[in-house]
């Protein structure tokens, strides 16, 4: 193998140093790493139009959010003037709605051209009375259209028994915590103070009163039917449900506990601004602890983005600091050795932000699991991430620090109390597969629930397959049980949080080689035959996020770093390293290193809802090319030609 490289050793290793010395001094005083993580249009937009709702206007942060705004506008062929879901996506209409909204908002002229060109763009696609819901309950809080627009959502859910069909406990982490503050305003019906009477009139193809279709299918199934015909019976009857108070009162109490100081209910900013908007409708002063905490939650996500556009500010959705740290912490254990001390530093920063003391909403449906998660976000006790806890045992476990023993088992016996009945793991809860609830009109994203995916079930997988427990040889079958299942006809698997059938196939495939698996094994085999066949002509590998609509899978019009590296690791796994595939793209990401030893990529390459909400992890092409060429490297100058650990 050595003779057939088609780069030298020598210049690999000088690539790996370079990565990994731009990584390292990238990593913060106390240990751990953060980047950005960006979404779309929307949750700026939302921002803005939060502090018009409230009437608590900064004018020059949203003077730096329009900067932002207007540079991500479309301006093509496809997206000839409305916002993408995704860099160099099609317009979407419910971000382009929000986005001219919050323009309009800031104070731009709605007969400048950018606005023109995006006005045409909206109309053209029906209009804002054609958005999805939480479009229309943003819009029916400004008074753009009236509240028949939105699905019945009564308050009086908060107060439902768990046997109900329909029971905040039967729906996601993030849609627990979105929709217990927003039952509220759904109820109450405030009005925003909208201090400049801000309009958005000419988004409406006819005007917002006179629509009658709303709620309206296509519908995915019979229960979409049902579910259409319970709203128009509850419609005349929600005003007069009995307990609207004790249900008021029921949505408070479940937030107010996690409310999560400063880093916000839930950790997230759809969550946050609910709260905010929630506290500010019951009356509650603004300098109320509860109110003026979740508000500086809120304050905390708000980004410079001037190295990107000179000027501009954005939001982030979120922030990934526990996620960020464990990956870094891998790629420089792959470069430099489990002993480096940067992954000592990353661990010893991990350490203490397990979560041991609190059993969190993940234990009403597994109260015998003892906690041992972490989270995604810097602090979110009540919402441990499966996938951040098995990434995070996987780096304590191979820096080998005996003072590390007690906080790997801990989190062991966590993730194996986490598995579903299928055999699969979700990433918060449990048997969170009760589908019919995507029916309902108020889950026309279709991602109310958190049902086991194959990404997170191969991390579990490959964390217990790593640790190599006697104990857990049931469990990791069960999940590579699952895996086979899971598996797409072409042999890859669907990337539930990472784009998409690339990173799918790669998790897994790092799982089924952790487990122990045969290489030659056909489900091995036929993943590994399609990742081969997916390489770009230039060596480099590419998926467009258009593959979670209709789009084909594991291909793109351009080779992406990360998405290189993952199927670099993927084969690596499948014992392919020694195939030409891998050469290739190992002297690809070689070619395409930036000066100063990392990578960048522009496209997008995470989800967060399939086709509704796409992320960009801004630390992904620093961790993963790094990781896939010391690996490489590795095993080139290894004896077994397998990979040691799981991830």
């Not at 993730?415 to 969170?432: E, H, T, Y």
Request: aromatic share 10%; with cysteine; proline share 7%.
């Amino acid at each position: 193998m050595l003779s057939s490289l088609p780069f030298d050793l020598h210049d690999l290793d000088e690539s790996i140093a370079r990565a990994h010395a731009t990584l390292a001094a990238e990593q913060r005083d106390d240990g751990h790493y953060v980047f950005e993580l960006e979404a779309d249009a929307t949750i700026p937009a939302e921002y803005v139009l939060l502090e018009h709702f409230l009437d608590r206007i900064d004018a020059d942060l949203q003077a730096r959010i329009g900067v932002f705004l207007r540079a991500i506008q479309g301006n093509s062929p496809q997206n000839p003037g409305g916002w993408p879901l995704f860099h160099d996506g099609a317009m979407d209409l419910s971000a382009s709605v929000k986005a001219y909204f919050a323009l309009k908002a800031i104070g731009d002229d709605p007969e400048a051209p950018h606005m023109r060109r995006a006005r045409a763009a909206i109309l053209a696609r029906g209009g804002a009375a054609r958005t999805n819901v939480f479009t229309r309950i943003q819009l029916a809080l400004f008074g753009a259209l009236p509240w028949h627009a939105c699905p019945v959502m009564p308050v009086e859910i908060m107060l439902l028994p768990d046997w109900f069909p329909i029971t905040i406990w039967k729906i996601s982490y993030w849609s627990r915590t979105v929709i217990a503050p927003l039952l509220v305003l759904m109820t109450e019906r405030p009005v925003a103070r909208n201090p400049h009477n801000v309009r958005i009139d000419e988004l409406f193809v006819i005007p917002a009163d006179q629509v009658r279709d709303y709620i309206r299918g296509p519908y995915r199934s019979l229960w979409g039917h049902a579910f259409k015909a319970l709203d128009s019976m509850l419609r005349p009857l929600e005003r007069f449900l009995p307990g609207r108070q004790r249900a008021i009162q029921a949505a408070i109490d479940f937030i107010t506990p996690r409310l999560n100081g400063e880093d916000g209910l839930g950790a997230i900013y759809p969550a946050m601004a609910n709260t905010v908007m929630m506290y500010h409708t019951l009356g509650y002063a603004p300098d109320h602890p509860d109110y003026a905490t979740a508000w500086r939650a809120v304050r905390k996500l708000v980004t410079d983005a001037s190295d990107r556009f000179a000027g501009a500010s954005y939001v982030q959705p979120c922030l990934s600091p526990i996620w960020d740290t464990s990956l870094a912490a891998h790629a420089l254990a792959e470069a430099s050795g489990a002993g480096d001390p940067a992954v000592a530093a990353a661990c010893d920063w991990l350490i203490p932000r397990q979560i041991l003391d609190v059993k969190g909403d993940w234990a009403h449906r597994q109260p015998d699991a003892p906690p041992g998660g972490w989270a995604f976000q810097y602090n979110n006790a009540h919402y441990p991430d499966v996938d951040d806890t098995a990434v995070v045992g996987m780096i304590l476990d191979r820096n080998g620090d005996p003072a590390h023993r007690a906080a790997v088992e801990r989190a062991r016996m966590w993730v194996l109390g986490m598995q579903s009945k299928s055999g699969g793991w979700g990433a918060f809860d449990s048997d969170n597969e009760f589908t019919y609830l995507n029916h309902i009109p108020f889950a026309d994203h279709g991602a109310l629930l958190d049902p086991p995916t194959a990404d997170v079930t191969a991390r579990c997988v490959s964390f217990l397959g790593q640790l190599n427990n006697p104990a857990d040889r049931a469990a990791i079958a069960r999940g590579v049980d699952y895996l086979r299942r899971d598996q797409e006809a072409d042999g890859s698997w669907f990337g539930r949080w990472g784009t998409n059938y690339i990173y799918g196939t790669w998790s897994v495939l790092c799982a089924l080689n952790a487990a122990g698996l045969a290489h030659d094994d056909p489900t091995i085999s036929r993943a590994a035959d399609w990742l081969i066949a997916k390489q770009r002509a230039d060596g480099g590998w590419g998926e467009d996020c258009e593959s979670y609509a209709d789009a084909p899978h594991g291909e793109y019009h351009q080779s992406l770093p990360s998405q290189t590296a993952w199927a670099l690791l993927g084969l690596m796994a499948a014992g392919r390293a020694d195939h030409p595939a891998v050469l290739r793209g190992i002297a690809w990401l070689q070619s395409v290193q930036e000066a100063d030893g990392s990578w960048t990529e522009a496209p997008y390459n995470a989800v967060g809802f399939p086709r509704v909400f796409y992320l960009r992890y801004h630390g992904y092409p620093r961790f993963f090319p790094l990781l896939a060429m010391a690996r490489f490297r590795n095993i080139t100058l290894g004896n077994s030609g397998r990979v040691s650990y799981g991830f």
